[in-house]
């Protein structure tokens, strides 16, 4: 079926290095793809989104990315910070729904 | 953005029993959703909460165990019903705050957290 894969599902990094997360997803009519933090007892966040009409994204020092033709997309946190760590999840509309990757644990070490 | 508040945060329930999930934004909202996420996983959608209409459950989730309502723009409710341990879950509203489809930004409440004995 529709799915979303994830990678990696764990990332560990000092603080300072950059981080990456990519995702790949399997229905080409998918137009909508966000990004979530969700941190320990708190409910995801949105923290950047893109639309299959743009190729990147940057807000800070997060961006995104987004390959259309090879039906990819990436997560890139540069000057990691310790309160950067979390759970990250990537997400696609896939049919008529936000289809969501298994999650990434980000641990920044001060 | 909006506030989006979900009573109760967490819950201790017995198998067997029902627990209704409330889900309250501040501002008037054109879509809503439920989802779950088991310990550890994803997010996995349940349904999208209809106003004035019945809920659109996603395959594998049905209306007679996970029962919603949603009375107005800014109100909705789930309730888990004759609950088993395979509940235990952590039970998650969000909001499209304008425009229609699931290809809006949604946000989520820090959801309910429910552990059957």
């Known amino acids: 079926g529709e799915n979303v894969e994830q990678h990696p599902s764990t990332l560990s990094v000092q603080e300072g290095d950059s981080a990456v997360i990519k995702c790949t997803y399997s229905?080409?009519?998918?137009?909508?793809f966000p990004w979530y933090k969700q941190e320990l007892g708190k409910g995801p966040q949105l923290i950047i989104d893109?639309?299959?009409?743009?190729g990147e994204k940057k807000d800070q020092r997060i961006a995104v990315t987004l390959n259309k033709t090879a039906k990819h997309f990436s997560l890139h946190i540069t000057e990691t910070q310790p309160e950067d760590s979390a759970v990250y999840f990537c997400a696609a509309v896939l049919n008529g729904k936000l289809t969501f990757g298994q999650g990434t644990i980000l641990t920044v070490h001060p | 953005s909006a506030v989006i508040s979900q009573k109760p945060s967490r819950d201790i329930c017995q198998r067997g029993t029902s627990l209704t999930i409330q889900c309250q934004v501040d501002?008037?909202?054109?879509?809503m959703f439920w989802y779950r996420q088991q310990p550890g996983q994803s997010l996995t959608l349940i349904a999208t909460?209809?106003?004035?209409?019945?809920?659109?459950?996603e395959s594998g989730f049905v209306i007679d165990k996970f029962p919603i309502s949603r009375p107005n723009l800014t109100f909705s409710t789930l309730t888990v019903s004759n609950m088993s341990p395979e509940d235990s879950s952590i039970y998650l509203c969000?909001?499209?705050?304008?425009?229609?489809?699931?290809?809006?930004?949604?946000?989520f409440g820090d959801g309910t957290r429910l552990s059957i004995l």
């Open positions: 969000s909001v499209a705050l304008s425009g229609r489809g699931v290809g809006q930004p949604q946000h």
């Open positions: 893109i639309r299959s009409n743009v």
């Open positions: 501002s008037q909202v054109t879509m």
């Open positions: 229905d080409s009519a998918s137009n909508y």
């Open positions: 909460a209809n106003q004035g209409s019945e809920a659109t459950y």
